[in-house]
């Protein structure tokens, strides 16, 4: 894990590189990959010989897909167009349809000609920035037109990075894995969760295990509940087809949630490395109960805005989910008994990613007996980072009174100062430098399916209505 974010060190990603981005002209390349990939740039964060190819089917050449990054830099802030000009010069096209093999090798004589002009073999990054339903077939193009071999033992290694969602439930994502398993070793598969990779749900880590006050009070006996809200504002805006097909829980319930979860509930590991973080974190995943039939109606709900439907792309009978509310518990002794509330949605009253630590009230104490005394340990991720506990504290005056205040740190001025590393350039940066931590395991992504599918089924079958709520709200109001 690299404890220096500010000064990642060049030698550990500096041999010739070569990305080629899957479903380059795509919303993924425009919103994330674009951004990060000149910010890495523009720090001298990429390796000195590096080239970006695009794949699509869009009838682009090199030329047509560099005015196409351009254009896409026009929505970034700061940029100066100059500059990203020269940027562009690293991009190349290959047009290409995901389904024949022709295309890919077709790529592969455009990335040996990228070799024959260094006069070396460079390391090759496959990137899957496409709907889930393209991966296999993708996956196996690539191996079977040799794509992804290494040159040697020596040199070239090959990655691929594949987004979320991976698999649609548990069976999905173990036959994806499966056939994965067959075509890679998993030290070359990088699944991506960017949550991960963002540097407030890192600071979950550090702020956990680097400050020992946490650590005698990290569990049941002192902890109450446990609150991860991820709620949005927007819509699915051009996203309808793809979202009418996933839904709210399997979007942002199963990675980015469950993530988050499990670095608030996982076991110190025993050395800070990726092997051993990604073991705890898949164990307190491994460790959630899956809802039971009872618990299904009592503590879950799902519900969709009203005019979803008419969004473009969904069905106009859907029944997808576009917010969800849910309680999870962790079978081990640490977290018995306490529930972790989950809840996202989108067209929302507001845009907030937060969590809530609630610890228990104290007994006996000096407030008055109605009065509930709790400290909270507040996390907010987006939109700004910030971490606050707060205190109970006597009020100034005669009177021996409480009063609550929050004791916070806050984070602003860090996007400022050009400190704030953005996650997709984080992906891309240990991705290239072959560290693992902020991926997810396919221990995890099994876990968390495992425990998704438990919601899953029992929607289906219809047990929990589908309520719906006014756009702009807080939600459904049961
Ligand atoms: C994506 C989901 O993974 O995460 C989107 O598919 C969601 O629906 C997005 O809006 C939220 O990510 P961020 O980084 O904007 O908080």
Redesign the pocket.
Known sequence: MNYNMNMPHKKNFNAPTVLTIFGATGDLMKKKLTPALFHLWNRGWLPDKCAIVGFARKDLGDNGFRSMAVNFSGGMAGIVKKDFESFAELWRYQRGNFSDSNSYAALARNLESIDEAWGMCSNKLFYLAVPPQFYEEIFTHLANSGLTKPCSDETGWTRVLVE?PFGSDLKTAERLDAMLGKLFKEEQVFRID?YLAKESVQNILALRFSNSIFESSWDGRAIEKVEIKML?EAGVEERGAFYDRVGTLR??GQN?MLQMLALIAMERPAVFVASEIRKARAAALYALRPVSRDQLKRDTRRAQYIGYRQEGGVSPDSKTETYFRLAAFIDNPRWEGVPFNLESGKRLNRSV?ETFVTFKHVDPCLCPPDRHVQNVLYFQL?PNQEVAVSFWTKRPGVAMELEERPLALNYSGIEKNGELVDAYEKILLDCISGDQTLFASTEEVMASWKFIDSVLDGWKNNEVPLLVYEPGSAGPIV
């Open positions: 979320k960017h949005e979007d942002v980015h990613v987006q």
